[in-house]
């Protein structure tokens, strides 16, 4: 005789954050397609970020150094930021902790709230758009792929991203304004 299994009864829906994450991170892996996704992600975290900000610095004159010296500051310094100072304070557990889920690359042990390099990447986004607005369509799309990236390879929620996006606009638009207004003094 076989026994019925029964279901706990759920309480509560499951959150929209759970939902989008599942959606998200369910699009369809594959070897060559996660590497190009791990990359963005990678270069999203801030050497990406840095390297355009040195070509500014050597092709751009004046405007381009003073622009790549804020987009590498907005970048590094947001990424420390958030590492040292706001994810201590939250240690909300990475989504494939006490799951079997698939992880592209290093199963980090920090917090996952919020996502270091969703905003470290929208901080320099919202840099280099300060001082070229007309890139702006191409640099947010980047600090939105990498966040989209960070929920595809399985280290973050939706939310840690969409958090560190905002956080990232605040520094980035903070590193602008003050490397702005220096240029008139």
């Given at each position: 005789m076989q026994i019925p299994s029964l279901e706990p009864p759920r309480i509560?829906?499951?959150?929209?954050?759970?939902?989008?994450?599942?959606?998200?991170h369910g699009l369809p892996h594959s070897p060559i397609g996660d590497r190009y996704v791990a990359l963005l992600s990678d270069l999203g975290e801030g050497p990406g970020w840095v390297a355009a900000g040195l070509a500014l610095a050597w092709l751009g004159g004046t405007?381009?150094?003073?622009?790549?010296?804020?987009?590498s500051v907005a970048?590094?310094?947001?990424?420390?930021?958030?590492?040292r100072m706001i994810k201590p304070v939250f240690?909300?557990?990475?989504?494939?902790?006490?799951?079997?889920?698939?992880?592209?690359?290093i199963r980090t042990t920090d917090a996952s709230?919020?996502?270091?390099?969703?905003?470290?990447?929208?901080?320099a986004a919202t840099t280099l758009a300060a001082f070229y607005p007309k890139v702006s369509p191409l640099v947010f799309a980047l600090a939105a792929g990498v966040a989209a990236s960070r929920v595809h390879l399985g280290h973050h929620?939706?939310?840690?991203?969409?958090?560190?996006?905002?956080?990232?606009v605040a520094s980035g638009t903070l590193v602008a304004w003050l490397t702005r207004s220096t240029e008139r003094i």
């Open positions: 509560l829906p499951e959150s929209v954050d759970r939902r989008l994450y599942r959606a998200i405007k381009g150094r003073r622009a790549g010296l804020a987009v970048s590094l310094g947001t990424t420390y930021v958030v590492q240690r909300r557990q990475r989504p494939w902790v006490g799951k079997d889920v698939l992880v592209v690359g709230f919020p996502s270091g390099h969703s905003a470290s990447s929208f901080a929620f939706p939310s840690d991203t969409a958090v560190g996006g905002l956080i990232g």
